[in-house]
């Protein structure tokens, strides 16, 4: 049983188009995020949501957008993808109390 | 606002000698503090995490990381290192206490094992 499951794994597409990466996690977790890890591996926290609700939006276009349908679930929408947007995308969930964070296995996003 | 610094880039270790990697942080309040390993093409493992207690905290895979409040540091060891540890850590700092604030992570060490 995947913990935190991410989908697509890979995903390759052209400027300009939208996509979607969703997430789902089976841990009974109340707080989900999404980051980014850029092609230098540096990897940085882009959204998180409580129970449904947005908690942090980073300095992230708003070309991005997440959705959360429930707690179990978190997805990515990206609109007007542009070469920048290039990267590996990792979904992860938490504790409440901050002390367990569980990432999915990343989404390679690759603009052409 | 918190921070995590790993002055090593690249590291190189012979196999079968030890391993320390540095990290140092930078948290206004109780940090909890972890250490996730990626190898390539891979998600991020948890390695280890420290909350409170003992400031030496034992891992998966023979690794250990101390806490030293003094020194805002939270050092990766391990005694030997075998050539399937090469890959990429990364250290991270959350906030006690959790909230929805996530974890900042650190540039990251890129660890290399000589034959």
């Known amino acids: 049983d995947t913990a935190v499951s991410q989908t697509p794994k890979y995903l390759v597409t052209q400027m300009g188009n939208d996509k979607s990466i969703k997430c789902e996690q089976n841990?009974?977790?109340?707080?989900m995020y999404w980051y980014k890890q850029d092609s230098k591996k540096f990897l940085k926290i882009m959204f998180s949501?409580?129970?449904?609700?947005?908690?942090i939006n980073e300095t992230v276009p708003n070309r991005f957008s997440p959705k959360s349908p429930d707690k179990a679930h978190l997805n990515l929408h990206i609109n007007s993808l542009e070469l920048g947007d290039s990267a590996v995308y990792f979904c992860?969930?938490?504790?409440?109390?901050?002390?367990?964070?569980?990432f999915g296995s990343g989404t390679r996003l690759t603009v052409v | 606002a918190q921070s995590v610094t790993q002055p090593d880039i690249h590291i190189t270790v012979s196999e079968g000698a030890s391993l320390e990697l540095r990290c140092n942080y930078s948290?206004?309040?109780?940090?909890?503090l972890f250490w996730y390993v990626q190898s390539p093409g891979q998600g991020l493992q948890l390695l280890l995490k420290?909350?409170?207690?003992?400031?030496l905290v034992q891992g998966i895979k023979g690794f250990e990381a101390e806490f030293k409040r003094s020194q805002s540091s939270f050092n990766l060891r391990k005694p030997s290192v075998h050539w399937s540890a090469a890959a990429e850590y990364f250290c991270?700092?959350?906030?006690?206490?959790?909230?929805?604030?996530?974890?900042?992570f650190g540039k990251g060490t890129h660890l290399i094992i000589q034959p």
């Open positions: 992860a969930s938490s504790l409440p109390t901050g002390s367990g964070y569980t």
């Open positions: 841990l009974g977790h109340d707080t």
């Open positions: 949501y409580n129970n449904k609700e947005l908690i």
């Open positions: 948290y206004g309040a109780t940090p909890y």
């Open positions: 420290y909350f409170s207690g003992d400031t």
């Open positions: 991270a700092v959350g906030s006690a206490g959790g909230g929805a604030d996530g974890l900042t």
